[in-house]
Structures are given as structure tokens and as C-alpha cells.
């Protein structure tokens, strides 16, 4: 039976890499073009290559991962994997968390004096943000190896042979605070640029239909839709993180299960979260769709050429 998990899981986390390289890749290619049909680096275009860049790195390494627990029912961790995986994941963090407080800024309707002034010049910082992104995952990084990789290998090691106790591995972590301020600190902002911009699409649409005539208003409808999006950030963001979390920690259940539970959800965030931007990205959905027609196109011409030839 647990041979059969395994597989629909495998397969399940195949899909969801495809998908994942697919959705990335169009978002790369469309913020390129943009990029440079402008002649300049638009900040949002650029973000949203980084994050798509940074995403297929961490898709490939789950897939990995996946495929070795797969082959193996076993994780190796090595120095130099791990010190990947860490930095490459503190990335994604982060940017995602630039691109909400960007939606946040751009969207919401607070009036604060740093808010507006933020407002203005969001543009011009998220350049530096995503530098300072990548210079705080470098740093964080090489601190953590510095300071706390020799012990956390042996405990690691431990506890994947069942030598030591989960309760006393997750003692033994999570009371690092260098680890906790890597991880928590992109959760905290994301989270309160999430509820910042839901509360503020909550309370424009109910002014708007406070002053609705009966009709149904496709403004009040596109906050709602802005707002649903916003909220599956929430939720895939959150639960990627909780996952990556318990990987860490490995509470008190079976490790198989762990993991059985750990990929599809790891799994689905690069892949979901850049499939949910497309969907709510009017020009990333228009290029979208041109690129599958004329890949539909390609194949039935490919396919008439077969046939033509066969006869």
C-alpha cells in the first residue's frame, strides 16, 4: 500500500514540477520582453523574473529531493545541499514577500504618511529590496554554517537512523535564534502585507456596494477577485512555510508519513503560487494563452505532416 503512495505521490510531485517549470518560465519570458520593450528594468517585471528564476532553483531541488526519498526512503543531507537549499529558500521567501508588500503598497487605500510616501517610491526601492533580499539570504546563510551546521548534522543524522528522540531534536533546533530570525522574519511581513491589503479590499468594497444602484459594478468585482488572490497567497505561502518547519523539527509521527505529507505541499507552492499570478495577471494571461495555442498549433501541424508522410 505504501508502495502505491509512493508512486501517486511521485507522479503527483512530477506534475507539479512541470507545471511549476512551464508557469515560471512564461512569467520569465513575459516580464523579460517587457523589460526590454521598455528599454528599462520595470520593478515589477523584475521582481517577478527574480521570483520565477529563484522558484525553478527550488523546484528542482524538491524534485530532488522527492526522487532520492523515492528511490532511497532515505534523505542525505550533505554540507553543501543543505547550504543550497537553506539560501535558495530564504530567497523565495523573501521575494515573495516583496512581491505581497508590493501589492500591498500599490492597492491599498491607507492613509498614513509612510504609507503614501512608500506608495511613491515603491518603484524605485524594490531594486534594493531584492538586492537586500539576496545579501540577508547570503549573510543568514553563511552565519547559519558558521555557527550551527556541525551540530545540527550529527542531531540530524541522528535522528534519521532513530537514535534520538523527535522531542529532543526539535529541543535541540529550534531554541537557534539565527534560524528562527531567517525564517520567521519574511513570514511576519508577508502576513501583515496579506492582511493589511485584505482589510483594505474588505472595506472599499463595502463602500462601493454602499453606494451600488443595483447593477452589478465589475470594479467591486475586480477587488473581490484581487482579494481571493491575495488570500491563496495566504494560505500557499503559509503552508509551505509550516512544512518547511516541521521538515526542521520532525515532530512525533512517522518519518514516511512525513514526508508523504512534506513534498505535495512543498511542491505546490512555487508551482501553484506562479500559476495563481498568471490567472490574476491580465497580460501574463494573455501571453499564456498565446503560447499554448501556438503550441496547439505546432502539434497538429507536426501531427498532419506525420500522417501526410505515412501515406
Known sequence: MINLVLIIQLIFGIVQFFVGI???GIIILVSSLECIKQKRAIAYDFLLTSLGIFRIFL???????????FFTLELYVSHEAFLVFFFI???????ATNLCV??????????????LWLKRRISRLMPWLILGSL?????????????????????LRKFLIGNISSQAFFQYLFPIPLLIVGLATPLYMFNAASFLLIY????????MRSRATGFRDPRT?????????VFSFLILYTSYYFVILISFSSISIKKDILML???PVAGLYPSGHSVILILGNSKLKHYTKKFLLSAKYCLRRGSALDSAQTQ
Open 261 to 263: 505529507f512534506c513534498f
Open 102 to 115: 508590493f501589492y500591498c503598497v500599490k492597492i491599498a487605500n491607507i492613509v498614513n504618511p509612510f504609507f
Open 135 to 155: 545579501l540577508f539570504s547570503i549573510a543568514i546563510s553563511i552565519a547559519y554554517n558558521l555557527l550551527y551546521w556541525s551540530g545540527a548534522k550529527e542531531e
Open 200 to 207: 483594505s479590499l474588505c472595506r472599499h468594497i463595502r463602500q
Open 59 to 69: 523546484q528542482g531541488l524538491i524534485i530532488s529531493c522527492h526522487m532520492i526519498f
Open 22 to 24: 512551464m508557469a515560471n
Open 89 to 95: 529558500n530564504e530567497v523565495n521567501l523573501w521575494l
Open 221 to 229: 468585482e475586480a477587488h473581490i477577485r484581487a482579494m481571493k488572490l
